[in-house]
């Protein structure tokens, strides 16, 4: 169902009052900065509430844009602890906090992004191929209800939606990455060629970079970095785990724990992605090998990822799920 406007804009209005008027708690330190993040967390991420709860889109949708404040809080946090971010002005602050390039949330990044706005004929043409693939696929997504196949098969239906929904934030990444060019940012893509991806590591590596830069700072490297590598890592997917199992819950008004179920098993498989990597160095034969498990790997776990996806877009899947 469509969103009614007023409201969804009410959430979008209160979660960025909430991330200004969290801003003075932050920039303290101490315990004030400890508040202020919690309070920013709760408070933004609850937002998404303020929507009817029959508009599970509109809601999910919201999800998605309230991360992009919260990390950027969370980073300047980070940052005012350690003593790297120096005081704000309420200009710097406003630009900071303005959700474009989407996800680049790491408080320093915008600026070093910055760069001449271009828009050469190339670039439009990419954008224009991008855009329709992306439409195109979420239209097949749709429409595949009308495939006996599909709707026979979880097996088949799950590996095309698989393929439809990587071509579909593919090309979103890079019809945004236009945009941001054309703006004057030259930020590195959200999702970058993931089917490219010989091992599990390398594609979450590809698959996020924006986000993938503020764990790394946020998560990993407080949780030992490199020194601690398997707790790093772990600390990783856990975070990213309940970030999205608590904002599928909220559009949903669901909890059954597969996001989290999907985000904890792949820690195991990046921490052993170097044996992949030395398959892949064996010849043709070995990276065909090693990509072709990769791929099986995220076949077979993927289904707790898209169950939820599902849940938000009834379309998603032709054939009846396999999870309850």
């Known amino acids: 169902m469509g969103y009614i406007p007023a409201e969804f804009g009410l959430a979008i209005a209160v979660a960025y009052l909430i991330a200004h ?21 709760v408070a933004i991420g609850a ?16 999800c998605l844009l309230f991360l992009d404040p919260i990390f950027r809080l969370v980073d300047y946090a980070r940052q005012v602890r350690q003593g790297k971010a120096g005081p704000v002005s309420w200009k710097e602050r406003a630009i900071f906090l303005i959700p474009f390039p989407f996800l680049l949330t790491v408080l320093g990044a915008k600026r070093r ?6 828009l050469p004929a190339a670039n439009v043409i990419r954008f224009l191929i991008a855009f329709t693939l992306g439409v195109g696929a979420f239209l097949l997504c749709m429409m ?6 599909l709707r026979e098969s979880f097996i088949l239906d799950h590996l095309v939606k698989m393929i439809l929904f990587l071509v579909v934030v593919e090309s979103g990444s ?10 004057g940012y ?10 490219r991806s010989r091992t599990p590591a390398e594609f979450w590596i590809r698959f996020n970079q924006r986000v993938q830069q503020w764990l790394y700072l946020n998560v990993f490297v407080p949780a030992g970095g ?28 669901r909890v059954d724990g597969y996001q989290l179920i999907f985000f904890m098993l792949q820690a195991p498989a990046v921490l052993a992605s170097p044996l992949l990597d030395r398959l892949a160095g064996l010849g043709i034969a070995g990276r065909i090998a090693a990509h072709g498990l990769t791929w099986l790997w995220f076949a077979v776990t993927s289904p707790f990822f898209f169950h939820a996806a599902d849940r938000v877009f009834e379309f998603f899947y032709a054939s009846q799920p396999w999870l309850p």
């Open 226 to 253: 490199r020194r601690r590598r398997v707790v790093g890592v772990l600390a990783v997917f856990l975070v990213s785990g309940l970030f999205h199992e608590i904002f599928f819950a909220v559009s949903t008004r």
């Open 144 to 149: 595949s209800d009308r495939v006996a196949a």
């Open 113 to 118: 992004a910055r760069a001449e706005p271009r």
């Open 186 to 195: 030259r930020a590195p893509p959200i999702i970058n060629q993931v089917w």
């Open 47 to 62: 937002c998404p509430l303020l929507i009817p709860a029959h508009h599970v889109v509109d809601r999910a949708f919201s």
């Open 21 to 41: 008027a969290a801003w003075p708690l932050l920039a303290r330190g101490g315990m004030s900065n400890g508040v202020g993040v919690v309070v920013a967390v």
């Open 174 to 183: 890079q019809a945004l990455l236009v945009l941001e060019r054309a703006f």
